[in-house]
Structure formats: structure tokens, C-alpha cells
């Protein structure tokens, strides 16, 4: 046991004077290389600018010309001279000069100006007498068919107090009657233009034309206005109309 204890204590003597062995060979190391670093003469650099050399240029080439393409020369015509102008005044070109043709439009032949008031009279005037005569015929009409309405008016009292209606008759029937009239009023015919579809209400209704004669009045306007208007007369009669 005292052997193992001198064997530790040994090694850690050699520990210790190997550390301190190593730190003095590093120390040493340290300081000579320092003196000698030192002792080395310092170099003394001085600075210059030092101007770098700018690459010359190359010289530039002349540029040569393009030689143009040769062309023959010109053939020169040869010209008259000009002759000499001397100055003069110009005239402007009088009626007999050339102008450029005209093509010429076709001619109407106008109607002598001292004609013209005439045909405008006689148009005006004619105007006048078409309106003259409008006015009138309008006027012949409007008395022609109030006097119609008298007529017709006089015709129906006079057919309605002769009309019996039969019992099949009923709304919405419609017989259409042609009466053909004599001068003094009498009927000369009368017959059925369009049936209702009822032969009774259409007997009733040619029963009431026939027994409602003669019918006077149909003069009260002159022979003219009876054959225009009452010579063929057409009479539609409807159940609803006989009250």
C-alpha cells in the first residue's frame, strides 16, 4: 500500500516537471522569435502614384470613298436655243379664241313669256270653276241625303203601322227586301234579297211593304231624285226595329 502511494505521488512529480517542461520550452520559443523579428532591419517603402500607361489608340483608317458606280455620260440631245424673249404685254383672249366644246344640252322650246299671264289666268280660273263646282256638289249632297233621311224616316212610320211580327221571330233576324216603286208610289214588285231563315218573318216582312202602299211622298222631291234614289230600293228589316 506505501508502494502504490510513492508510485502516484511519482507520477504526479513527472506530471507536474513535464508541464513546466513544455510551458519553458514554449516560453523560450516565444521570446526568440520575438527578438529576432525584431532585430531584423525594417524596409523602408516609399509610395509613388504611378501613372498606368493608357493603351494608345490604333490609328484610325481614313475611310476610303466608295468609288461611285461609272455611268456612261448622258447622251446630250441637242436642243434648239431658246430664242430670245422680249417682253411684251399680254392679251388676254378675246370671245374669238377656241374654247374646248361644249356639249350641248337639248332645247326646250319655251312658250313666249307674253303668253304666259293668259295660261295662268285661264289656269286660275279654271281652278275656280272646279272648286266652284266641288262646292256645289258638296252641297247638293248634303241636301240630297238629309232629304234621303226624310224619306227613309216616312217610309219606316208608314211599313211599321202595316208590320206584324211573327212569334218565331227573333233577335238577331235580318231579312234584306228589294222594292221596286212606281212614279205615284204604288209597289210594283217586291221580293226577298237575303233571308233571315225564317220564312215566316220573311212573309211578314213583304206582307207589311205590300199593304203599307201606295206610298205618296216619294214624289215630294221631283222625278229625279225618285229614279236615283227610290226607282230599286233595298229595305232590311229586324225584329228588334218593330217596337
Do not use: C
Not at 20 to 26: I, M, P, S
Not at 109 to 124: T, W
Request: charged share 25%; proline share 10%; no cysteine.
Amino acid at each position: 500500500m506505501l508502494g502504490r502511494a510513492s508510485d502516484r505521488w511519482a507520477s504526479v512529480v513527472f506530471a507536474v516537471v513535464l508541464h513546466a517542461l513544455v510551458a519553458f520550452v514554449l516560453i523560450w520559443g516565444w521570446s526568440h522569435t520575438t527578438d529576432y523579428q525584431i532585430s531584423k532591419p525594417i524596409r523602408q517603402i516609399t509610395a509613388t502614384l504611378v501613372e498606368t500607361p493608357q493603351p494608345q489608340a490604333a490609328p484610325e483608317r481614313a475611310v476610303q470613298p466608295r468609288p461611285q458606280p461609272t455611268r456612261p455620260p448622258a447622251r446630250q440631245e441637242s436642243r434648239p436655243e431658246p430664242s430670245a424673249v422680249t417682253p411684251s404685254v399680254i392679251e388676254t383672249p378675246t370671245e374669238q379664241s377656241e374654247a374646248p366644246p361644249v356639249q350641248e344640252q337639248p332645247r326646250t322650246q319655251p312658250e313666249p313669256a307674253r303668253r304666259q299671264p293668259i295660261v295662268d289666268e285661264l289656269s286660275f280660273d279654271s281652278l275656280l270653276e272646279q272648286e266652284d263646282e266641288v262646292r256645289q256638289a258638296d252641297n247638293e249632297t248634303a241636301v240630297e241625303m238629309s232629304q234621303i233621311q226624310v224619306m227613309d224616316a216616312k217610309f219606316q212610320a208608314q211599313v211599321g203601322a202595316k208590320w206584324s211580327r211573327p212569334p218565331s221571330a227573333r233577335n238577331g233576324m235580318e231579312v234584306l227586301v228589294r222594292i221596286q216603286f212606281l212614279p205615284n208610289g204604288e209597289v210594283l214588285s217586291v221580293t226577298v234579297s237575303q233571308s233571315s231563315g225564317d220564312s215566316a218573318f220573311d212573309r211578314s216582312a213583304v206582307s207589311a211593304i205590300e199593304r203599307g202602299a201606295p206610298y205618296r211622298f216619294l214624289m215630294d222631291y221631283g222625278a229625279p231624285f225618285f229614279n236615283k234614289n227610290y226607282r230599286n230600293k233595298l229595305a232590311l228589316f229586324r225584329p228588334e226595329d218593330l217596337k
